[in-house]
C-alpha cells in the first residue's frame, strides 16, 4: 500500500513535468488532486484484490487485473483533475497510465523474480515433445516447484526454431550445446502416446549426455484426472526394452471368462494379481481369489471391490485363504461355487529360495499343483491353466525342474481321459514381480550403488505382468488339451547393459576402469546356486505357431499317467522322509531335462547331523523312468 501511494504520486509528477517541461506546482488544489487520485486508486486495487495476491506465485492472470486497475486509476486522475482543474489532457493521462503501470506492475514482477532467485531451488530442464501434453507440461512446472522448464526437444522439423509460451523449440540435435549453455540437469518426457519402441530410441539418444531423464503418465491416466501432467515419474522398464504389446483378442480374451466362475490360485501374487485384474475386465459372473497369504488376500480383495465398485460391474468377488496343498479345501471350494475356469498361478519361484528349501519347493510346485489339478478333474471344472516358466525348460535348478515336473502331471493327467482340458503357458520374467532384478537396481542407485550383477553375460527374456497375464488368458482359450503354450518374449536382454541404462538415466554415471571418477558402480557377485547364464523357452525344436502373433504351441516329451504316478508317489515318500539327494537323483531320472551345475544345497540339508543314511531309504527304490 505504501509502495503504491507513493507510486501514484510519482506517475503524476513525471507525466506533468514529462509535458510541460516544468516541475507540478504543489498547492492546496494540486495537492487535493494528487490525495483524491491516489486514495482512489488505493480503494480500487484493494477491492480488485491487488493486496491479497502471493507475489512470488503471480503469472500472466495478474496483468489483466493489473491492466484494469490502472486503467480505472487513470479515469479517477482525469476526472479529479477536470473538477479541481477544469483541464485535462489526453496525451497526460496515458503518460500517467503508462508510467503508473511500470512502476505497479514492474515492482511486482521484479519482487517476485528477485524471490524466486534468492529460493530457487528448482532443477533447469528441457521437455522432449513440444506438443499438447508438452505444453501442458511447461505451463504446469511454471507454477510450482522443483522443475525450471528452458526450451522445448521435438523432432518435429515444422515446429523447430519456434517458440510456444516463451519457450525455444529446438531439434534434438542441439542438445549438447544447450546443456552448455543452459546448464541443464533434466530432460521431461512429455511423449504420453508414443510407442514403446520409439520411446526406446530417444531413451538410447540421451543416455550419453549427463541427464536425469522423467516422464509424464500415459495420456489415459491424464484424461481419467488420475494423475495430473505435471506428475513425473522415473521411466519405466518398458521404456528401456522398447518392445511394443499387442492388443488382445477379445474372442479369446473373454471365451473362458465372460459369464463364468474362474478361480485364480496364487491370487495375491505378481502374476495371480494382475490376472484378477484382467478377469475382471472380461466380466467374469463371479471370481474365486485363493490365496495361502492373508495380506496378500486382504490387498488384492480390496483394491478388486474397489474397481467393482467404480466401474458398476455385478461381479461376485470371493476371497479365500487356502493352500493348494490342501486337498479337501481346494475341491470343496471348486465343488461348492462350481467353477469352470481355473488360472493355477500359485507357486515358489524364487530360484535360490528354493534352491535352499528344495522339499518345500517340490511339495507347493509339483504337488500343489497335482492335487489342485485332481480337485479339478473331480469337480468337474472345464479348463484349467497353468501359469509355468521358461526356467522349465533344461534347468539347471530346483525350481525351474519342479515345474517342468508340475507340466508332467498336467499332461499325464489328460492322457487319462481327463474332461477337464489341461494347458500349460510358459514365458520369462515379468517386469515389477516380486524378486525383479529392476526395483532392486532403482533402489541400489538412489543409495548411491553399487549396483550388483550376478555375472557379466547373463541374459533373461522380459515381459510386463499385463501382456503377460492377457497373453495366459488367451492362450488357455486356444488349448485342446495337454498342450504346452509359449509366449514370444522378443529378443533377450543383458543384464549388464540394463544396468547401465538405468544408471545414466538417473542422471548419473557408471564408475569403471576406464572412467573411475564415476558415481555408481556395477559389481559382480557371481552366479547364485542354480542359476542360468542363458534361459530358454523351448526343449525341442517341434514348435508352430498360432492365430495369436505372440503366442506359440510346443510339442514335448510326457510320461504317460502311470509312469507318471509312480514318479510322484516316489517323491513323496523322499519329501516325507526330507531327502534332498534322493529328490535330486529321481529328478535326474526323470525327463525334465535337470542339469544341476552344483551340489545340494538345501539349508537344513546342510546342517542336519542325523541325516538319513542309505540303509534307511536307499534311492535305489525309485523307479528308473524314461519318456
Same mark, same amino acid.
Given at each position: 500500500?505504501?509502495?503504491?501511494?507513493?507510486?501514484?504520486?510519482?506517475?503524476?509528477?513525471?507525466?506533468?513535468?514529462?509535458?510541460?517541461n516544468?516541475?507540478?506546482?504543489?498547492?492546496?488544489?494540486?495537492?487535493?488532486?494528487? /490525495?483524491?487520485? /491516489?486514495?482512489f486508486?488505493?480503494?480500487?486495487?484493494?477491492?480488485?484484490?491487488?493486496?491479497?495476491?502471493?507475489?512470488?506465485?503471480?503469472?500472466l492472470?495478474?496483468?489483466?487485473?493489473?491492466?484494469?486497475?490502472?486503467?480505472?486509476?487513470?479515469?479517477?486522475?482525469?476526472?479529479?483533475?477536470?473538477?479541481?482543474?477544469?483541464?485535462?489532457?489526453?496525451?497526460?493521462?496515458?503518460?500517467?497510465?503508462?508510467?503508473?503501470?511500470?512502476?505497479?506492475?514492474?515492482?511486482?514482477?521484479?519482487?517476485?523474480?528477485?524471490?524466486?532467485?534468492?529460493?530457487?531451488?528448482?532443477?533447469?530442464?528441457?521437455?522432449?515433445?513440444?506438443?499438447?501434453?508438452?505444453?501442458?507440461?511447461?505451463?504446469?512446472?511454471?507454477?510450482?516447484?522443483g522443475?525450471?522448464?528452458?526450451?522445448?526437444?521435438?523432432?518435429?522439423?515444422?515446429?523447430?526454431d519456434?517458440?510456444?509460451?516463451?519457450?525455444?523449440?529446438?531439434?534434438?540435435?542441439?542438445?549438447?550445446?544447450?546443456?552448455e549453455?543452459?546448464?541443464?540437469?533434466?530432460?521431461?518426457?512429455?511423449?504420453?502416446?508414443?510407442?514403446?519402441?520409439?520411446?526406446?530410441?530417444?531413451?538410447?539418444s540421451?543416455?550419453?549426455?549427463?541427464?536425469?531423464?522423467?516422464?509424464?503418465?500415459?495420456?489415459?491416466?491424464?484424461?481419467?484426472?488420475?494423475?495430473?501432467?505435471?506428475?513425473?515419474?522415473?521411466?519405466?522398464?518398458?521404456?528401456l526394452?522398447?518392445r511394443?504389446?499387442?492388443?488382445?483378442?477379445?474372442?479369446?480374451?473373454?471365451?473362458?471368462? &465372460?459369464?463364468?466362475?474362474?478361480?485364480?490360485?496364487?491370487?495375491?501374487?505378481?502374476?495371480?494379481?494382475?490376472?484378477?485384474?484382467?478377469?475382471?475386465?472380461?466380466?467374469?459372473?463371479?471370481?474365486?481369489?485363493?490365496?495361502?497369504?492373508?495380506?496378500?488376500?486382504y490387498?488384492?480383495?480390496?483394491?478388486?471391490r474397489?474397481?467393482?465398485?467404480?466401474?458398476?460391474?455385478?461381479?461376485?468377488?470371493?476371497?479365500?485363504?487356502?493352500s493348494?496343498?490342501?486337498?479337501?479345501?481346494?475341491?470343496?471350494t471348486?465343488?461348492?461355487?462350481?467353477?469352470?475356469?481355473?488360472?493355477?498361478?500359485?507357486?515358489?519361484?524364487?530360484?535360490?529360495?528354493?534352491?535352499?528349501?528344495?522339499?518345500?519347493?517340490?511339495?507347493?510346485?509339483?504337488?500343489?499343483?497335482?492335487?489342485?489339478?485332481?480337485?479339478?478333474?473331480?469337480?468337474?471344472?472345464?479348463?484349467?491353466?497353468?501359469?509355468?516358466?521358461?526356467?522349465?525348460?533344461?534347468?539347471?535348478?530346483?525350481?525351474?525342474?519342479?515345474?517342468?515336473?508340475?507340466?508332467?502331471?498336467?499332461?499325464?493327467?489328460?492322457?487319462?481321459?481327463?474332461?477337464?482340458?489341461?494347458?500349460?503357458?510358459?514365458?520369462?520374467?515379468?517386469?515389477?514381480?516380486?524378486?525383479?532384478v529392476?526395483?532392486l537396481?532403482?533402489?541400489?542407485?538412489?543409495?548411491?550403488?553399487?549396483?550388483?550383477?550376478?555375472?557379466?553375460?547373463?541374459?533373461?527374456?522380459?515381459?510386463t505382468?499385463?501382456?503377460?497375464?492377457?497373453?495366459?488368458?488367451?492362450?488357455?482359450?486356444?488349448?485342446?488339451?495337454?498342450?504346452?503354450?509359449?509366449?514370444?518374449?522378443?529378443?533377450?536382454?543383458?543384464?549388464?547393459?540394463?544396468?547401465?541404462?538405468?544408471?545414466?538415466?538417473?542422471?548419473?554415471?557408471?564408475?569403471?576402469?576406464?572412467?573411475?571418477?564415476?558415481?555408481?558402480?556395477?559389481q559382480?557377485?557371481?552366479?547364485?546356486?542354480? &542359476?542360468?547364464?542363458?534361459?530358454?523357452?523351448?526343449?525341442? &525344436?517341434?514348435?508352430?505357431?498360432?492365430?495369436?502373433?505372440?503366442?506359440?504351441?510346443?510339442?514335448?516329451?510326457?510320461?504317460?499317467w502311470?509312469?507318471?504316478?509312480?514318479?510322484?508317489?516316489?517323491?513323496?515318500?523322499?519329501?516325507?522322509?526330507?531327502d534332498?539327494e534322493?529328490?535330486?537323483?529321481?529328478?535326474?531320472?526323470?525327463?525334465?531335462?535337470?542339469?544341476?551345475?552344483?551340489?545340494?544345497?538345501?539349508?537344513?540339508?546342510?546342517?542336519?547331523?542325523?541325516?538319513?543314511?542309505?540303509?534307511?531309504?536307499?534311492?535305489?527304490?525309485?523307479?528308473?523312468?524314461?519318456?
Amino acid at each position: 500500500l505504501s509502495y503504491d501511494f507513493f507510486a501514484i504520486i510519482m506517475s503524476i509528477f513525471i507525466a506533468h513535468w514529462s509535458l510541460s517541461n516544468n516541475w507540478f506546482i504543489v498547492d492546496k488544489l494540486s495537492t487535493l488532486c494528487v /490525495a483524491l487520485t /491516489a486514495i482512489f486508486t488505493l480503494v480500487v486495487f484493494a477491492r480488485l484484490g491487488f493486496y491479497r495476491a502471493i507475489l512470488r506465485y503471480i503469472g500472466l492472470d495478474a496483468i489483466s487485473t493489473l491492466l484494469i486497475g490502472v486503467s480505472i486509476s487513470a479515469a479517477i486522475y482525469a476526472a479529479t483533475s477536470w473538477m479541481i482543474f477544469n483541464d485535462i489532457t489526453f496525451v497526460k493521462v496515458l503518460f500517467f497510465w503508462s508510467i503508473l503501470f511500470c512502476f505497479v506492475g514492474g515492482s511486482r514482477l521484479g519482487f517476485k523474480s528477485y524471490i524466486d532467485s534468492k529460493n530457487n531451488k528448482d532443477f533447469l530442464a528441457l521437455i522432449y515433445g513440444a506438443g499438447a501434453a508438452g505444453r501442458q507440461l511447461a505451463s504446469a512446472l511454471k507454477n510450482s516447484d522443483g522443475y525450471k522448464p528452458v526450451a522445448f526437444l521435438d523432432d518435429n522439423e515444422s515446429l523447430q526454431d519456434a517458440q510456444i509460451d516463451g519457450l525455444n523449440v529446438y531439434s534434438p540435435r542441439n542438445l549438447a550445446l544447450l546443456i552448455e549453455k543452459q546448464g541443464v540437469s533434466r530432460v521431461l518426457l512429455a511423449l504420453p502416446s508414443v510407442s514403446h519402441s520409439r520411446r526406446n530410441e530417444i531413451l538410447k539418444s540421451l543416455e550419453p549426455f549427463p541427464l536425469k531423464v522423467k516422464t509424464i503418465a500415459g495420456m489415459e491416466d491424464i484424461v481419467s484426472g488420475k494423475v495430473k501432467i505435471d506428475q513425473l515419474k522415473e521411466i519405466e522398464i518398458e521404456d528401456l526394452l522398447g518392445r511394443d504389446s499387442v492388443s488382445p483378442n477379445r474372442d479369446l480374451f473373454k471365451a473362458d471368462i &465372460e459369464n463364468k466362475v474362474v478361480m485364480v490360485t496364487g491370487a495375491g501374487g505378481s502374476i495371480g494379481s494382475e490376472l484378477c485384474r484382467q478377469i475382471l475386465s472380461a466380466q467374469p459372473k463371479s471370481l474365486l481369489l485363493y490365496e495361502l497369504n492373508e495380506f496378500a488376500l486382504y490387498q488384492i480383495e480390496r483394491e478388486l471391490r474397489e474397481q467393482i465398485q467404480k466401474e458398476r460391474k455385478s461381479i461376485d468377488l470371493i476371497p479365500l485363504l487356502g493352500s493348494v496343498q490342501q486337498k479337501k479345501r481346494t475341491f470343496k471350494t471348486l465343488k461348492s461355487f462350481k467353477v469352470q475356469t481355473v488360472y493355477h498361478a500359485a507357486a515358489y519361484k524364487h530360484v535360490p529360495i528354493v534352491e535352499n528349501n528344495i522339499v518345500e519347493g517340490i511339495r507347493n510346485n509339483v504337488f500343489g499343483t497335482w492335487f489342485t489339478a485332481e480337485a479339478a478333474i473331480k469337480a468337474s471344472v472345464e479348463k484349467f491353466v497353468l501359469v509355468s516358466t521358461d526356467k522349465a525348460v533344461r534347468p539347471t535348478n530346483i525350481m525351474g525342474a519342479s515345474k517342468r515336473m508340475a507340466e508332467l502331471v498336467l499332461q499325464g493327467l489328460q492322457q487319462r481321459d481327463s474332461k477337464t482340458q489341461f494347458t500349460m503357458v510358459r514365458f520369462g520374467n515379468v517386469l515389477g514381480s516380486s524378486g525383479s532384478v529392476v526395483p532392486l537396481f532403482r533402489e541400489q542407485i538412489k543409495n548411491g550403488g553399487p549396483i550388483t550383477v550376478t555375472h557379466k553375460d547373463i541374459t533373461r527374456y522380459f515381459m510386463t505382468i499385463p501382456e503377460a497375464s492377457q497373453l495366459v488368458i488367451q492362450a488357455g482359450a486356444m488349448a485342446k488339451g495337454g498342450d504346452v503354450f509359449v509366449l514370444d518374449m522378443g529378443e533377450p536382454v543383458k543384464i549388464n547393459q540394463l544396468a547401465e541404462r538405468m544408471i545414466h538415466l538417473m542422471g548419473m554415471t557408471v564408475k569403471s576402469k576406464e572412467n573411475p571418477t564415476g558415481e555408481i558402480e556395477v559389481q559382480y557377485t557371481g552366479l547364485r546356486p542354480g &542359476e542360468k547364464l542363458y534361459e530358454e523357452l523351448l526343449i525341442g &525344436e517341434n514348435v508352430e505357431g498360432t492365430t495369436h502373433p505372440r503366442i506359440m504351441t510346443a510339442r514335448e516329451d510326457y510320461l504317460s499317467w502311470a509312469r507318471t504316478l509312480e514318479a510322484l508317489e516316489s517323491l513323496d515318500k523322499l519329501c516325507e522322509k526330507m531327502d534332498c539327494e534322493g529328490i535330486v537323483q529321481l529328478l535326474l531320472r526323470l525327463p525334465v531335462g535337470y542339469n544341476p551345475q552344483h551340489a545340494v544345497c538345501d539349508l537344513i540339508w546342510e546342517v542336519d547331523k542325523d541325516r538319513l543314511s542309505e540303509a534307511d531309504f536307499s534311492t535305489e527304490k525309485v523307479v528308473k523312468l524314461n519318456p
